[in-house]
């Protein structure tokens, strides 16, 4: 079943714009993940933020969560072009098998 | 350092045909290992997982299976394609139950014809 669901489903920005995507999960999470896929390529983990965390900074992405509206963004700041992917959300139940549900993805397009 | 290795990168087999994908891990003991489907334009799907040798579990019954006969080795496999097989195949691998990220294999491009 689908647990996360991204927000909006595609994105087009000018470089240098800021890009921030949404993310809505069901149901009680261990953390939340965000993931980049280049298209056609295998997906590439960003950054890992734990159900005890608000907020989270790696380089210019800047992730938040809010357990009480089961919701978290990411923010890419000063976006480039090499940024233009897709990226999706996932979540890792309270379980012990470290399985991970994703969502439909955000497309983003960052133009030159 | 730890590596994924997924082949091959696309596939085309017809209708009916057998299915063999191969994934294997470097550099890391008694990983969990996952395959994952996605469809053009859309999410991850999980097909199966395993935590440990000999041990699969299947997300969603459909016409496939998968087996890890060694403990860095998972293979998905097919013993009849149906048109809807077809997409894009992912494996991946973790350590711990779901406290780090996944790495995730180059992909292959499966097309049912």
């Known amino acids: 079943s689908q647990q996360g669901e991204e927000d909006p489903q595609a994105l087009s920005i000018q470089e240098g714009e800021n890009a921030t995507m949404n993310c809505s999960y069901k149901?009680?999470?261990?953390?939340l993940q965000w993931y980049r896929q280049n298209s056609g390529r295998g997906l590439v983990h960003l950054i890992l933020?734990?159900?005890?965390?608000r907020e989270k900074h790696s380089g210019r992405l800047r992730v938040t969560l809010d357990t009480s509206k089961k919701s978290s963004s990411l923010l890419i700041t000063a976006s480039r072009a090499a940024d233009t992917a897709s990226y999706f959300c996932a979540t890792a139940l309270p379980s012990n098998t470290g399985k991970l549900i994703f969502g439909q993805g955000t497309t983003l397009q960052v133009k030159p | 350092s730890q590596t994924i290795h997924q082949w091959p990168a696309t596939l085309v087999q017809p209708v009916g045909s057998p299915l063999s994908l191969e994934c294997t891990v470097e550099?890391?003991?008694?990983?969990?290992l996952y395959w994952y489907r996605q469809a053009a334009g859309r999410g991850l799907q999980l097909l199966f997982y395993s935590v440990g040798i000999g041990q699969i579990s299947s997300e969603v019954p459909q016409n496939l299976s998968a087996s890890r006969p060694q403990d860095r080795q998972f293979i998905l496999s097919s013993k009849k394609l149906l048109l809807s097989d077809s997409g894009f195949y992912l494996c991946a691998w973790s350590v711990g139950f779901g406290t780090t990220g996944y790495t995730f294999g180059s992909g292959t491009r499966l097309t049912v014809v």
């Open positions: 933020i734990r159900s005890n965390e």
């Open positions: 550099g890391t003991s008694n990983p969990n």
């Open positions: 149901t009680s999470i261990n953390n």
